[in-house]
Protein backbone atom coordinates (compact mmCIF):
# COMPACT_ATOMS: atom_id res chain seq x y z
CA UNK A 1 0.00 0.00 0.00
CA UNK A 2 1.41 3.52 -1.03
CA UNK A 3 2.16 6.48 1.22
CA UNK A 4 -1.26 8.25 2.85
CA UNK A 5 -0.54 11.56 3.92
CA UNK A 6 -3.91 11.77 5.86
CA UNK A 7 -2.96 8.78 7.60
CA UNK A 8 0.32 10.05 8.50
CA UNK A 9 -1.41 13.38 9.78
CA UNK A 10 -3.79 11.28 12.35
CA UNK A 11 -1.11 8.86 13.46
CA UNK A 12 0.75 12.02 14.39
CA UNK A 13 -2.03 14.45 15.33
CA UNK A 14 -0.32 14.86 19.13
CA UNK A 15 3.17 15.90 18.43
CA UNK A 16 2.66 18.10 15.11
CA UNK A 17 3.76 21.92 15.95
CA UNK A 18 2.30 25.22 14.90
CA UNK A 19 3.68 26.22 11.52
CA UNK A 20 3.98 29.31 10.24
CA UNK A 21 5.91 32.03 7.74
CA UNK A 22 9.55 31.05 7.61
CA UNK A 23 9.41 27.71 9.12
CA UNK A 24 11.25 24.66 7.05
CA UNK A 25 10.64 21.61 7.99
CA UNK A 26 9.01 18.13 7.35
CA UNK A 27 5.78 18.69 8.66
CA UNK A 28 6.08 21.85 5.75
CA UNK A 29 5.72 18.48 3.62
CA UNK A 30 3.41 16.53 5.23
CA UNK A 31 0.87 20.14 5.57
CA UNK A 32 1.29 20.68 1.38
CA UNK A 33 0.58 16.77 0.79
CA UNK A 34 -2.73 16.92 3.48
CA UNK A 35 -3.87 20.16 1.88
CA UNK A 36 -3.56 18.94 -1.58
CA UNK A 37 -5.13 15.50 -0.44
CA UNK A 38 -8.22 18.26 0.68
CA UNK A 39 -8.40 19.80 -3.03
CA UNK A 40 -5.68 23.12 -2.17
CA UNK A 41 -2.89 23.76 -3.27
CA UNK A 42 -1.49 21.60 -6.50
CA UNK A 43 -3.27 18.27 -7.05
CA UNK A 44 0.51 16.91 -7.73
CA UNK A 45 1.60 17.38 -4.03
CA UNK A 46 -0.48 13.80 -3.26
CA UNK A 47 1.90 11.83 -5.04
CA UNK A 48 4.37 10.55 -2.88
CA UNK A 49 6.60 10.14 -5.89
CA UNK A 50 6.74 13.84 -6.62
CA UNK A 51 9.22 16.18 -4.34
CA UNK A 52 7.38 19.11 -1.99
CA UNK A 53 8.91 21.81 -0.30
CA UNK A 54 9.83 21.79 3.00
CA UNK A 55 9.64 25.76 3.40
CA UNK A 56 6.41 27.64 4.85
CA UNK A 57 6.24 30.47 2.68
CA UNK A 58 3.92 33.06 1.57
CA UNK A 59 2.27 31.13 -1.20
CA UNK A 60 1.61 28.16 1.43
CA UNK A 61 0.36 30.97 3.82
CA UNK A 62 -2.49 32.14 1.07
CA UNK A 63 -3.25 28.30 1.36
CA UNK A 64 -3.87 27.44 4.56
CA UNK A 65 -5.40 30.95 4.60
CA UNK A 66 -8.11 29.78 2.17
CA UNK A 67 -8.66 26.34 3.80
CA UNK A 68 -9.22 28.25 7.14
CA UNK A 69 -11.69 30.43 5.57
CA UNK A 70 -13.87 27.44 3.94
CA UNK A 71 -13.86 25.86 7.92
CA UNK A 72 -14.87 28.13 9.50
CA UNK A 73 -11.23 29.10 11.27
CA UNK A 74 -10.17 32.47 11.36
CA UNK A 75 -8.10 32.89 8.06
CA UNK A 76 -4.40 33.70 9.70
CA UNK A 77 -2.47 31.78 7.60
CA UNK A 78 -0.64 29.86 10.66
CA UNK A 79 -1.25 26.25 11.46
CA UNK A 80 -2.27 25.71 14.98
CA UNK A 81 -3.81 22.99 16.75
CA UNK A 82 -7.20 23.76 15.48
CA UNK A 83 -6.15 23.78 11.86
CA UNK A 84 -4.65 20.33 12.02
CA UNK A 85 -7.81 19.02 13.93
CA UNK A 86 -10.14 20.21 11.35
CA UNK A 87 -7.21 18.31 8.34
CA UNK A 88 -7.45 15.37 10.33
CA UNK A 89 -11.21 15.56 11.47
CA UNK A 90 -12.12 15.49 7.21
CA UNK A 91 -9.89 12.64 6.84
CA UNK A 92 -12.85 10.46 6.81
CA UNK A 93 -15.17 12.36 4.83
CA UNK A 94 -16.41 10.90 1.37
CA UNK A 95 -14.37 13.37 -0.19
CA UNK A 96 -11.69 12.89 1.35
CA UNK A 97 -11.87 8.98 1.14
CA UNK A 98 -11.88 10.05 -2.87
CA UNK A 99 -8.72 12.03 -2.82
CA UNK A 100 -6.89 8.96 -1.04
CA UNK A 101 -7.87 7.02 -3.91
CA UNK A 102 -6.23 9.32 -6.23
CA UNK A 103 -3.54 9.83 -4.31
CA UNK A 104 -3.24 6.10 -4.33
CA UNK A 105 -3.41 5.85 -8.54
CA UNK A 106 -0.82 8.57 -8.63
CA UNK A 107 1.67 6.50 -7.48
CA UNK A 108 0.97 4.05 -10.75
CA UNK A 109 1.42 6.49 -13.45
CA UNK A 110 4.12 5.99 -15.36
CA UNK A 111 3.88 1.70 -15.42
CA UNK A 112 3.82 0.42 -18.32
CA UNK A 113 3.07 -3.23 -19.49
CA UNK A 114 5.71 -6.31 -20.44
CA UNK A 115 5.35 -6.81 -23.81
CA UNK A 116 2.35 -5.01 -24.31
CA UNK A 117 -1.40 -7.69 -24.36
CA UNK A 118 -2.44 -6.07 -21.15
CA UNK A 119 0.59 -7.99 -19.48
CA UNK A 120 2.79 -7.09 -16.44
CA UNK A 121 2.10 -7.30 -12.45
CA UNK A 122 -0.37 -4.25 -12.01
CA UNK A 123 -2.60 -5.25 -14.88
CA UNK A 124 -2.12 -8.92 -14.35
CA UNK A 125 -3.02 -8.47 -10.67
CA UNK A 126 -5.85 -6.21 -11.12
CA UNK A 127 -7.71 -8.65 -13.58
CA UNK A 128 -7.03 -11.57 -11.01
CA UNK A 129 -8.89 -9.17 -7.80
CA UNK A 130 -11.81 -8.71 -10.27
CA UNK A 131 -12.60 -12.64 -10.70
CA UNK A 132 -10.57 -13.13 -14.08
CA UNK A 133 -7.76 -14.73 -15.60
CA UNK A 134 -5.48 -12.28 -16.92
CA UNK A 135 -4.21 -10.98 -19.66
CA UNK A 136 -7.66 -8.76 -20.18
CA UNK A 137 -8.07 -5.04 -20.30
CA UNK A 138 -7.80 -4.16 -17.11
CA UNK A 139 -9.54 -0.24 -17.32
CA UNK A 140 -12.27 -0.87 -14.64
CA UNK A 141 -10.47 -3.66 -12.88
CA UNK A 142 -7.53 -1.22 -11.97
CA UNK A 143 -9.86 1.02 -10.48
CA UNK A 144 -10.90 -1.34 -7.81
CA UNK A 145 -7.33 -2.13 -7.26
CA UNK A 146 -6.52 1.56 -6.46
CA UNK A 147 -9.70 1.70 -4.26
CA UNK A 148 -8.67 -1.47 -2.40
CA UNK A 149 -4.97 -0.07 -2.09
CA UNK A 150 -5.88 3.20 -0.85
CA UNK A 151 -8.78 2.57 1.49
CA UNK A 152 -8.42 -1.34 2.61
CA UNK A 153 -11.67 -2.41 1.22
CA UNK A 154 -14.19 -1.65 -2.14
CA UNK A 155 -17.33 -0.23 -1.11
CA UNK A 156 -18.95 -0.94 -4.38
CA UNK A 157 -18.11 -3.57 -6.27
CA UNK A 158 -16.22 -2.51 -9.86
CA UNK A 159 -15.19 -5.50 -11.97
CA UNK A 160 -13.87 -5.60 -15.08
CA UNK A 161 -16.16 -4.76 -17.12
CA UNK A 162 -16.97 -1.35 -17.76
CA UNK A 163 -20.52 -1.84 -19.36
CA UNK A 164 -21.46 -3.60 -16.24
CA UNK A 165 -20.35 -1.46 -13.91
CA UNK A 166 -22.21 1.41 -15.61
CA UNK A 167 -25.15 -1.08 -15.03
CA UNK A 168 -24.52 -1.95 -11.41
CA UNK A 169 -24.33 1.77 -10.81
CA UNK A 170 -27.89 2.59 -12.66
CA UNK A 171 -29.25 0.08 -10.34
CA UNK A 172 -27.87 1.59 -6.97
CA UNK A 173 -28.09 5.24 -7.66
CA UNK A 174 -24.43 5.73 -7.81
CA UNK A 175 -25.04 7.69 -11.74
CA UNK A 176 -24.00 11.03 -11.16
CA UNK A 177 -26.00 13.02 -13.87
CA UNK A 178 -24.66 16.55 -12.45
CA UNK A 179 -21.40 17.67 -13.45
CA UNK A 180 -21.05 20.09 -10.53
CA UNK A 181 -21.18 17.14 -8.05
CA UNK A 182 -18.33 14.80 -9.76
CA UNK A 183 -15.56 14.46 -7.23
CA UNK A 184 -12.43 12.61 -6.98
CA UNK A 185 -12.21 9.49 -6.87
CA UNK A 186 -15.18 8.71 -9.08
CA UNK A 187 -15.49 7.13 -12.19
CA UNK A 188 -15.26 8.58 -15.62
CA UNK A 189 -16.93 5.79 -18.24
CA UNK A 190 -16.38 6.48 -21.91
CA UNK A 191 -19.62 6.31 -23.97
CA UNK A 192 -19.68 5.37 -27.13
CA UNK A 193 -22.41 5.23 -30.08
CA UNK A 194 -22.35 2.27 -31.94
CA UNK A 195 -25.56 1.75 -34.67
CA UNK A 196 -27.98 3.64 -32.13
CA UNK A 197 -26.78 1.38 -28.80
CA UNK A 198 -24.80 3.10 -26.18
CA UNK A 199 -21.79 0.92 -25.15
CA UNK A 200 -18.72 1.72 -22.67
CA UNK A 201 -15.63 1.02 -23.78
CA UNK A 202 -13.25 2.26 -21.10
CA UNK A 203 -13.27 3.91 -17.78
CA UNK A 204 -10.42 6.13 -15.57
CA UNK A 205 -10.63 7.65 -12.24
CA UNK A 206 -11.39 11.15 -11.69
CA UNK A 207 -8.59 13.86 -9.84
CA UNK A 208 -10.65 16.73 -10.86
CA UNK A 209 -13.11 18.69 -13.15
CA UNK A 210 -11.71 21.44 -14.85
CA UNK A 211 -14.63 23.48 -16.43
CA UNK A 212 -15.62 20.94 -19.56
CA UNK A 213 -12.56 18.73 -19.28
CA UNK A 214 -12.14 15.65 -16.75
CA UNK A 215 -8.40 15.07 -15.66
CA UNK A 216 -8.26 11.70 -15.08
CA UNK A 217 -5.91 8.93 -13.88
CA UNK A 218 -6.15 5.87 -15.95
CA UNK A 219 -5.03 2.25 -17.18
CA UNK A 220 -4.83 0.46 -20.04
CA UNK A 221 -4.27 3.74 -22.36
CA UNK A 222 -1.88 5.54 -23.62
CA UNK A 223 -0.69 8.84 -24.65
CA UNK A 224 -3.16 9.56 -27.33
CA UNK A 225 -5.85 8.62 -25.02
CA UNK A 226 -6.45 5.29 -27.01
CA UNK A 227 -9.12 2.05 -24.90
CA UNK A 228 -6.12 -0.38 -25.82
CA UNK A 229 -3.03 0.86 -24.62
CA UNK A 230 0.28 0.29 -22.95
CA UNK A 231 0.20 1.49 -19.50
CA UNK A 232 -0.78 4.29 -16.56
CA UNK A 233 -1.68 7.39 -17.57
CA UNK A 234 -3.02 10.81 -16.61
CA UNK A 235 -5.31 12.18 -19.12
CA UNK A 236 -7.43 14.97 -20.02
CA UNK A 237 -10.83 14.20 -21.15
CA UNK A 238 -13.21 16.84 -22.88
CA UNK A 239 -16.84 15.94 -22.52
CA UNK A 240 -18.78 16.92 -25.37
CA UNK A 241 -22.09 15.78 -26.67
CA UNK A 242 -23.12 12.58 -28.83
CA UNK A 243 -25.52 12.28 -31.85
CA UNK A 244 -28.02 11.85 -29.50
CA UNK A 245 -28.02 14.85 -27.48
CA UNK A 246 -26.60 13.03 -24.17
CA UNK A 247 -22.55 13.18 -23.02
CA UNK A 248 -20.14 11.03 -24.09
CA UNK A 249 -19.14 10.14 -20.84
CA UNK A 250 -20.98 9.23 -17.26
CA UNK A 251 -20.18 9.05 -14.22
CA UNK A 252 -19.89 6.88 -11.07
CA UNK A 253 -20.42 7.06 -7.69
CA UNK A 254 -17.44 4.80 -6.18
CA UNK A 255 -16.53 5.80 -2.70
Known amino acids: MGYNPLGDLRSR ?33 RDAANEVGDLYDDGLRLI ?16 DA ?14 ALGLQVVARALQDVGWREAGRNNR ?11 GLTPPQPYCCAILGYWIKRALGAV ?11 V ?21 WVKRVLQRGA ?9 ERVDGSTVCTVEGNTNGSGSSDGDGVYCKRRKISALPD ?11
Not at 120 to 130: N, S, V
Not at 245 to 255: A, E, H, T, Y
Request: hydrophobic share 40%; charged share 20%; with cysteine.
Open 245 to 255: GQPNCVFVRLV
Open 198 to 206: ETYPHAGLV
Open 155 to 165: PFPVGASCSRL
Open 82 to 95: ATWQALAALADGPE
Open 120 to 130: GDLAETAIREA
Open 13 to 45: LTELPELGVGDRRHEVKLLRRVLSCHGHGNPLW
Open 167 to 187: ARAKLAGRIVDDLAQVRPGDA
Open 64 to 79: VSDYQYEQGIAPSGFV
